[in-house]
């Protein structure tokens, strides 16, 4: 069989996977694919495309796996749109003068937003709110603007007018209808949104009508409305829905609808049976689909068609969203406005706290057929699963919505749905695709993630998808606990907990308290951990040194040989000659094998367990502190040199490194804590590969949480913007005790941050918008930290009860024989088996 | 209850180690005997046991520096290098049990630890 030809104009989300659903089913020995696209950079994830402006760069973005294209053998045109078909030749025309031959083609070309004719709309500084260059262009523009305008309230202006505020503009959203989100809310939910937006400090206008942009006074320009109002602003977005772009169908006389469109059947296929259309650009029984969802269905469709497989058809989607807009949820599904003959609403306000919650069920009281949800979108899941699946309601329907009454379970459980409901519409995943994974071994919501891509996009799914492994889980009489091991029926979070509220302060008091039998290497270092968070003391005082973990329990890390290896602090990485040559000078004398850390430090490596005490004597003598190297606790905090002496910097980051490292030296934490502080926004020191990273910039500080270099690495997460230093350190203060209190043991932050229902959005109210009341406690708590750091080595060398431990032989002074050294390259290094002197137990003896 | 495997105990004599109190409870120390390297550990107030120090898995001398506790109520200690866990009171290995360190008879006299080695 011969290849075949497949062009694709378009490579935006719903193209994108067109192109891995196609090549999942024909190799690249089946076709041969070519992709024009007009935008100068492949898919990326327009859905999240206002997080560019909160950090996330375009890489960030970008919604193509790894070596996709070159992988599959696939042909990407960047910046090259198609300019022409021609249906009887089958070729495209491309605007570098490319044709290109195909046999099945398919438009994957997307909308663009629709700019209200009205006069002077194309001014200089109105822009649209479309692609990533749409946005740095805009973002250019702020620098210069202090008010910006977004016309359009629905769900994309609000996006928009989220950027603007986020570039720290004066923002105003101007709707023609009476209220926000028309589409998808009444005007009880659109009024109350309205008020939740304006609280966050965005002005709404809404009945206004523009009639025309003139030039304003003291700004670039003045909005006229119908009613004779006006609004003078420096910057205007349009973002006031969209239109399919169908000129290409349109010019080749392909079937377009009457108000745009390519019409398409139910296998995507226009009018011409080898052209395909999917995503925004498609009209389907008069619809057109602005979710990504339904668009990532056709592109399903359309490749399996492709491949000849016509076992699925579009039957249209369900419009249902739910998305958090400047921090408020909001969420609308089914027939949300009650359009239905004879349904019925059950209606449940909470003016105080801000919450608006409908149901509009069918006459009879039975079905469930939409719903609104604002200020508080829990039940989303749910309550999508009972329209999709045409659950019955439960007798008391009003239950689904008002607050849990004392005892009652609420909502729908899980184990109610079939395997065929469709949990993450945004990555196609059932319930029965969860359960699959959870039987073939996944056991956690970050394993589910990475395995099902259930809950990797919006998260809006993210609470089911924990339901239901939770319930998979119980089900496979796998005992859903997370006690920390068989000595105590606790979660190393409750196990902080009682340490905290108990005022415990030892291991055995916890263990007589909430454990059983003698404890182990799980739970002994995790409780250690726990009491160094909570009371700082002394780490090797006897009731807490045969806690502590291998490398704990002698303050240095151990090496394959048994010997240890040191690393003393040297904050942000600045450090004098004259402690340079120290550590020089140490490593001479006890002949030791240096190597610089990734950290800017000096590890010392080589060290027999008797000879820590002596050189640590010599370090704290020369004005050294412990390192913690050896310590799940903060390690380093990375600098780069930044405005002191670098031509780019603009912030001096070595100074805040150091404050930094000195108020969190000896930390201890869940796992181990790496920080880092670029003095501006080239980022040399690398800060977003840390658990805590701080960019620096023009205004201050950004906090980036949660990142990680290692095995697995992870961006950070921008957790907020412009600080200055206080509350910059008070964020640091609070994100790092949330994250001590609620992390399980060994858990790094990235992985944490996984794990947490709620995600980043929720770590920002805990820590910025103080949403648990707890922001307060948790500074306090960090502050006696702080307060009661001691140097560990400094207590060692001057307690004789630790120094006792510090020797090989408890009966002998005679070193461990069994360590022998070599020299490589200048320096020792561990003697390999066949190396090592066989004699040495009789020289012993 | 001390198991000694194949040891002849003709070559055997009992070598005092240090007092009982120069071990903090639930920890370990290394003691040198009849030119063996041997790990003695002190459980709780008065137990001890004492098994050999190498670690047969990473080849370094350092099980005395392990972590003790027990793990279905057998009590062990846990090698510091790689973590896995030896029944102190036979010296054989819990996740490998073809693997065992050579354990020995241990008492306390007049205060004082002694290790048959």
Redesign the interface.
């Known amino acids: 069989m011969s290849t075949q030809k497949i062009v694709v104009i378009g490579n935006g989300m719903v193209g994108q996977r067109f192109l891995e659903q196609l090549t999942s089913r024909l190799g690249s020995d089946q076709v041969e694919v070519t992709v024009f696209c007009e935008e100068p950079r492949a898919a990326y994830d327009r859905v999240q495309l206002t997080s560019f402006f909160a950090g996330k760069s375009a890489m960030d973005l970008s919604v193509v796996p790894e070596r996709f294209f070159e992988d599959k053998a696939i042909t990407l045109r960047l910046n090259d749109p198609v300019i022409s078909i021609d249906r009887a030749k089958k070729t495209v025309r491309s605007a570098r003068y490319r044709e290109v031959p195909y046999d099945k083609l398919v438009l994957a070309t997307g909308s663009y937003p629709f700019v209200p004719p009205i006069p002077g709309h194309d001014r200089r500084g109105c822009y649209v709110y479309r692609s990533i260059e749409d946005l740095e262009v805009i973002r250019a523009a702020a620098k210069k603007a202090r008010i910006g305008t977004v016309v359009g309230g629905g769900l994309l202006g609000l996006e928009a007018a989220k950027a603007l505020k986020d570039l720290g503009l004066e923002t105003h959203v101007v709707e023609f209808a009476p209220r926000l989100m028309a589409v998808q809310l009444d005007e009880t939910g659109g009024k109350l949104l309205q008020r939740k937006i304006e609280a966050l400090g965005v002005t709404v206008h809404t009945s206004k009508s523009t009639k025309e942009i003139v030039n304003g006074e003291g700004h670039a320009h003045r909005m006229v409305f119908a009613d004779g109002s006006a609004l003078d602003t420096d910057l205007i977005v349009y973002s006031a829905g969209i239109r399919p772009h169908d000129a290409l169908a349109r010019a080749s006389k392909i079937t377009v609808g009457e108000r745009g469109g390519i019409s398409i059947d139910e296998y995507c296929r226009t009018s011409d049976p080898d052209i395909y259309a999917v995503g925004e650009c498609a009209l389907w029984n008069g619809r057109i689909f602005g979710l990504v969802a339904p668009g990532y269905q056709m592109a399903e469709i359309a490749a399996r068609h492709v491949a000849g497989d016509g076992s699925l058809r579009f039957e249209g989607a369900d419009m249902s969203t739910k998305l958090k807009l400047m921090g408020v949820d909001v969420a609308s599904l089914g027939d949300a406005m009650g359009k239905t003959a004879g349904a019925l609403d059950y209606v449940y306000t909470d003016p105080v706290q801000g919450i608006y919650k409908k149901l509009v069920v069918s006459a009879d009281g039975k079905q469930l057929l939409g719903a609104i949800l604002v200020g508080d979108a829990t039940e989303y899941g749910g309550l999508l699963q009972m329209t999709l699946n045409a659950i019955p309601l439960p007798e008391h329907p009003e239950d689904l919505i008002l607050p849990a009454r004392e005892g009652a379970s609420k909502g729908l459980g899980v184990d109610m749905l079939p395997a065929a409901a469709l949990i993450c519409s945004c990555n196609n995943v059932t319930k029965g695709g969860i359960c699959d994974a959870v039987a073939a071994g996944c056991t956690t919501i970050g394993a589910l993630k990475s395995t099902t891509k259930a809950g990797s996009s919006c998260g809006g799914c993210a609470p089911m998808v924990k339901q239901i492994l939770e319930s998979e889980l119980r089900k496979q009489g796998v005992e859903v606990k997370n006690h920390i091991c068989e000595h105590f029926p606790h979660s190393r979070q409750e196990l902080f907990h009682l340490v905290r509220i108990g005022g415990l302060k030892t291991f055995g008091e916890l263990l007589a308290k909430h454990g059983q039998g003698h404890g182990c290497d799980i739970c002994k270092p995790a409780v250690a951990s726990i009491l160094a968070s909570t009371w700082n003391e002394y780490v090797l005082k006897p009731k807490h040194a045969p806690l502590q973990d291998t490398n704990d329990r002698f303050l240095a890390n151990m090496q394959k040989d048994g010997t240890y290896s040191i690393v003393p602090r040297v904050p942000g990485g600045e450090i004098t000659p004259e402690k340079l040559i120290v550590l020089g000078a140490v490593a001479k004398k006890y002949n030791l094998y240096t190597k610089i850390t990734g950290g800017q430090r000096i590890d010392l490596f080589g060290a027999r367990v008797e000879q820590l005490p002596l050189i640590w004597r010599e370090l704290v003598d020369a004005g050294f502190e412990s390192g913690h190297a050896y310590g799940k606790a903060l390690r380093t905090v990375k600098s780069c040199v930044g405005s002191t002496w670098c031509r780019y910097g603009v912030q001096d980051s070595v100074g805040m490194a150091i404050h930094l490292e000195n108020r969190y030296r000896g930390l201890r934490s869940p796992h181990k804590l790496k920080m880092g502080v670029s003095g501006c926004t080239r980022e040399c020191a690398e800060a977003q590969g840390k658990d805590v990273g701080v960019i620096a910039t023009e205004k201050g500080w950004n906090l980036y949480v949660c990142g990680n270099g290692g095995i697995k690495p992870r961006h950070a997460d921008l957790l907020a913007n412009d600080l200055d230093d206080a509350t910059l350190v008070k964020y640091i203060d609070r994100f790092l005790m949330f994250y001590i209190r609620t992390g399980d043991r060994l858990q790094r932050t990235s992985t944490w941050l996984d794990n947490l229902e709620g995600g980043i959005d929720y770590v920002k109210q805990v820590v910025c918008d103080d949403s648990l009341g707890i922001g307060a406690e948790l500074e306090a708590d960090m502050q006696k930290l702080v307060d009661t750091y001691e140097c560990e080595w400094k207590n060692a060398i001057n307690d004789p009860e630790s120094l006792k431990r510090f020797r090989h032989f408890v009966n002998s002074d005679k070193p461990d024989s069994n360590v022998v050294f070599v020299a490589e390259r200048g320096q020792i290094r561990p003697a390999r088996d066949d190396e090592k002197d066989s004699e040495k137990e009789e020289a012993l003896a | 209850m001390t198991a000694r495997p194949n040891i002849d105990m003709s070559l055997k004599h009992w070598t005092?180690?240090?007092p009982l109190d120069?071990?903090?409870?639930?920890?370990g120390?290394?003691?040198?005997?009849g030119?063996?390297?041997v790990a003695?550990f002190r459980?709780?107030a008065a137990q001890v046991f004492a098994i050999a120090n190498?670690d047969p898995f990473?080849?370094?001398?350092?099980l005395s520096?392990?972590?003790?506790?027990?793990?279905?109520?057998e009590?062990?200690v846990?090698s510091?290098?790689y973590?896995q866990?030896f029944r102190l009171a036979t010296g054989q290995c819990v996740e490998d049990e073809s693997v065992s360190v050579e354990s020995f008879a241990v008492r306390i006299r007049n205060g004082i630890v002694e290790v048959e080695a």
């Open positions: 005092p180690i240090c120069d071990i903090v409870p639930d920890s120390v290394c003691a040198l005997a030119g063996r390297q003695v459980v709780g190498h990473s080849k370094a001398n350092v520096r392990g972590i003790t506790g027990d793990i279905k109520g009590l062990v846990a510091p290098v973590k866990h």
